[in-house]
Nanobody, 120 residues
Framework: VQLVESGGGLVQPGGSLRLSCAAS????????MRWYRQAPGKERELVAV????????NYVDSVKGRFTGSRDNAKNIVYLQMNSLKPEDTAVYYC??????????????WGQGTQVTVSS
């Protein structure tokens, strides 16, 4: 199983980035995909959830209206489009895949993270 994030980097305030997470080794379309972030000295927080059908929900008030999650089940990729970036969005962003089977066994995979730095 692999989750490989990409697309992070240094961006000026007000700019945009699109993060990608390429998945392999599991049935991607059956998994709920999540984006988390962790800023220095802070706990990891859930940013967005993208259901297997592609419905995206933001879980952090500070990103609502600015961040949008999406997925391409044909390519096994999940995205996080980030617009109007602010310095407080600076964090390591992680991709997560979660599923539960009919026996209620949970499967939970993480990517290695990609750094996003918003600074002038």
């Amino acid at each position: 199983v692999q989750l490989v994030e990409s697309g992070g980097g240094l961006v000026q305030p007000g700019g945009s980035l699109r993060l990608s997470c390429a998945a392999s080794g599991f049935t991607f379309s059956r998994y709920v995909m999540r984006w988390y972030r962790q800023a220095p000295g802070k706990e990891r927080e859930l940013v967005a959830v993208i259901t297997s059908a592609g419905v995206s929900t933001n879980y952090v008030d500070s990103v609502k209206g600015r961040f949008t999650g999406s997925r391409d089940n044909a390519k096994n990729i999940v995205y996080l489009q980030m617009n109007s970036l602010k310095p407080e969005d600076t964090a390591v962003y992680y991709c997560n895949a979660w599923s539960r089977d009919s026996w209620l066994r949970e499967y939970n995979y993480w990517g290695q993270g990609t750094q996003v730095t918003v600074s002038s």
